[in-house]
């Protein structure tokens, strides 16, 4: 391990943390690469409790081998409010298409995910083409609340995530009084709600390894192969007249 970022983790067990054991997971004939995780987080404060619990995920995720690259939401347009080629939009998309797996991270704000949050997941569409970006990819949940612990945030991410077909892991993290779980520089102080940060990150990247080469034979649905026949049957039959 060289990345200085992944072996950043001061609070962790080290006889504890095991690497993904991938012949485990995957098949002979399955990818090889590093996972590619996007991470998405949902507050643009200077001190922003969201973007420091998703770079504590990404340290973590480096460790267990993945490939890592994080949005910044700054400058992303209101859905709607610009077009698909605006630059953080094509960014954000580029990154959706690049990863096999996310992990989005909000705080909770009216008992809700941020709008910021939202918003990025709206410019992502269901489909381009014949290409869905986010169906069969894996998804971790993590949300921050300033005061008791709560599940709204995480509850409503994961509806999105099925809306957006993709693969939501059964655990998930949510931070109570996140403002005394982080120390002055930004890092995540030893504790069971870091300990359950480290558990989301290494199963999402199990999950990862397990079904990205699958991916598109898990999502292939009856319903959907019906309307690409009938689509099709509709072009041959209008080339026919």
Request: hydrophobic letters at 40%; proline letters at 8%; a neutral charge.
């Amino acid at each position: 391990m060289t990345d200085p970022l992944a072996m950043d983790l001061p609070n962790i067990a080290p006889d504890q943390l095991r690497p993904i054991d991938i012949a485990a997971l995957a098949g002979p004939d399955g990818p090889t690469h590093a996972p590619r995780i996007l991470v998405l987080y949902g507050s643009i404060r200077e001190r922003s409790f969201s973007r420091l619990a998703s770079e504590e995920a990404a340290r973590l995720l480096r460790w267990f081998g993945c490939e890592v690259r994080s949005f910044d939401p700054r400058g992303l347009p209101l859905p709607d409010g610009a077009e698909p080629d605006h630059p953080k939009v094509k960014e954000l998309r580029d990154l959706a298409a690049w990863s096999e797996g996310m992990v989005w991270v909000s705080p909770e704000r009216h008992g809700a995910m941020t709008g910021i949050l939202k918003a990025q997941i709206d410019w992502i569409p269901l489909s381009e083409g014949a290409r869905r970006p986010t169906q069969g990819k894996t998804l971790a949940l993590i949300q921050v609340s300033g005061g008791s612990q709560s599940f709204n945030a995480v509850n409503q991410m994961r509806v999105l995530g099925r809306w957006m077909r993709m693969i939501t892991i059964p655990n998930q993290s949510s931070v109570p009084k996140a403002f005394l779980e982080f120390d002055e520089a930004g890092r995540m102080k030893p504790s069971p709600l870091y300990d359950r940060i480290v558990d989301v990150c290494e199963e999402l990247v199990k999950f990862t390894v397990m079904t990205r080469g699958r991916s598109a034979y898990l999502t292939d649905r009856y319903s959907e192969r019906v309307e690409s026949a009938e689509a099709l049957m509709k072009r041959v039959n209008q080339a026919s007249i």
